[in-house]
C-alpha cells in the first residue's frame, strides 16, 4: 500500500514540492553560510519524493549550532514552506483520495519548520528514531 501511495504522491505532488526544494537548496548553496540549509534543503527534497513508510525524526546528539539555524531557517523560509504545505494539505483533502495525500503533506509541516537536527528514517527500521 505504502509503494502505491508513494507513486500517486509522486505524479501528483512529490516530483514538484522536491523540484522546489532543490532549486532553493541550490540557491542556498551558492554561499558558504547557506551550505547547511542547502543540505537540509536536499534532504527534504528527497523526503517529499518518497515520504509514505519515512518519517522525520529528531537526532538527539544535534546542539546549539542547530537550534539557531533553525531559527533562522524559520524566520526566512520555514513559515511560508509550511504554510504552503498546509494550504496544499487541506487542498488535498477535499477528496476522498486525496485524504492519505493531504495527510502527508501535514507530515512534512514539522520538518519543513526546523529541518537542522533531524534525519529521516524508515519506518520499518526497528527502533526508529533513537
Known amino acids: 500500500m505504502k509503494t502505491l501511495l508513494n507513486i500517486i504522491w509522486l505524479v501528483l505532488s512529490g516530483f ?4 522546489g526544494y ?10 558558504v553560510i547557506g551550505i547547511p540549509f542547502g543540505i537540509a534543503s536536499f534532504r527534504i527534497a528527497l523526503y517529499t519524493l518518497w515520504p509514505f513508510g519515512r518519517a522525520a ?6 546542539g546549539a549550532p542547530s537550534f539557531a539555524g533553525n531559527v533562522l531557517w524559520l524566520l526566512l523560509a520555514g513559515w511560508w514552506l509550511a504554510l504552503l504545505h ?5 487542498a488535498q483533502c477535499l477528496t476522498i483520495i486525496g485524504i492519505p495525500l493531504g495527510v502527508a503533506n501535514f507530515k512534512l509541516i514539522p520538518i519543513s519548520l526546523a529541518p537542522l537536527g533531524r534525519e529521516i528514517v524508515d ?4 527502533f526508529a528514531g533513537r
Do not use: F, K, N, S
Open 123 to 126: 519506518t520499518d527500521q526497528p
Open 86 to 90: 498546509i494550504t496544499t494539505g487541506i
Open 57 to 62: 525524526v529528531r537526532r538527539w546528539d544535534a
Open 16 to 19: 514538484w514540492l522536491a523540484v
Open 22 to 31: 532543490v532549486v532553493a537548496g541550490l540557491l542556498l548553496c551558492i554561499t
